[in-house]
């Protein structure tokens, strides 16, 4: 008797209204132009969805002039304050591209920085106003780090977010990318925050996932396989981003809250690139066929995790 070939998995989506249906509400009310459809869709949201509504709303490409028109009309307005400077962030940093910057052009830089400017002035107007808004802060470390405002004044604004919200994953993770060596960070400081932010969070937090992105980070800093691969076998890497998950994704207390499929991603790949296949293939169950861009963009997307999601459950199993 022949036996029955497994079925295929699904194809990995990074849509995020395939995990938040929220989001694609907040599509059509931006499509459609109901400013009361959108302040009811962020109402009693905890910091970490608001902040990833945020983030959607800020990558509608079409809600420009929607969302300059309602700024306009109250520029007192939190919600609108803070769409339309995150909007201006994201489209100013499509204009400059993810390139490094030896490959940005003049004009390039230019635009983008326009934006951010201009960004810039809506946002502090809304901190002023609302000292405890985790998402303009959020997007002000953002714009720290793309008007090249240095170290100090990233972990400024870091700092006054922390005030008011002292485990802000996604604030955290921005900050994270400005300590980094390609952001004029370094190392030391990278690892001591990603740790910091760790140990300071509840068991069953997601801010362990600092310590796998600053390993991520830290592997794709290198300039060659052999130094790719030596990092990985590195022992204390492998153990530290298993700590790391015993904290967050593998603790009894971890449940799916908003940003879930973000931290489970890079969970999955660094457990990965670890050989930590169990582990991985535990992350890639929890995930189905859901992804984000960060980190499957920094392993060829689809294709990568895909190819992870595979290794996971061939060597970690799949049931």
């Known amino acids: 008797m022949i036996a029955a070939m497994p079925a295929p998995l699904p194809a990995p989506t ?10 694609n509400d907040l599509h059509k009310a931006l499509d459609a132009a109901d400013w009361p459809a959108v302040q009811a869709l962020f109402a009693d949201r905890d910091p970490g969805f608001h902040t990833l509504l945020v983030g959607e709303a800020g990558d509608h490409i079409g809600a420009a002039a929607f969302l300059r028109r309602v700024y306009d009309e109250d520029p007192t307005d939190q919600l609108a304050g803070t769409l339309l400077g995150t909007h201006l962030i994201r489209a100013g940093w499509r204009i400059r591209s ?5 490959h940005v052009s003049r004009s390039q830089f230019d635009k983008f ?7 810039e002035q809506v946002l502090i107007d809304v901190t002023a106003r609302y000292p405890d808004d985790a998402d303009a802060w959020t997007q002000r470390i ?4 793309g008007l090249e405002l240095g170290q100090n004044e990233a972990r400024r604004r870091y700092d006054r977010l922390a005030r008011h ?20 960070g370094d190392w030391d400081r990278a690892f001591a925050f990603a740790r910091e932010c760790t140990q300071a969070a509840p068991g069953g937090a997601p801010n362990a996932v600092l310590v796998a992105e600053a390993h991520l980070e830290r592997w794709l800093d290198f300039d060659s396989e052999r130094e790719w691969a030596a990092y990985l076998r ?3 890497v492998a153990d530290e981003v298993m700590q790391a998950g015993q904290r967050s994704v593998l603790h009894p207390e971890f449940v799916n809250r908003p940003g879930w499929v973000w931290v489970r991603s890079t969970f999955a790949l660094m457990f990965s690139l670890t050989e930590q296949w169990s582990a991985a293939a535990g992350q890639f169950r929890a995930l189905g066929n859901l992804g984000t861009d960060y980190p499957w963009a920094y392993v060829d997307g689809a294709e990568g995790f895909t190819k ?4 996971a459950y061939a060597k970690g199993g799949q049931s």
């Open 14 to 23: 990074f849509d995020a209204g395939a995990a938040y249906p929220e989001v």
């Open 165 to 184: 919200h002292p485990h802000h994953a996604p604030a955290q993770a921005s900050l994270l990318q400005q300590l980094c060596p390609k952001w004029s």
């Open 308 to 311: 992870y999601r595979a290794k």
């Open 234 to 236: 590195d022992n204390p």
């Open 113 to 119: 920085h326009e934006h951010l400017r201009r960004a």
């Open 98 to 102: 993810a390139a490094r910057a030896q």
């Open 142 to 145: 953002t714009l720290a780090r």
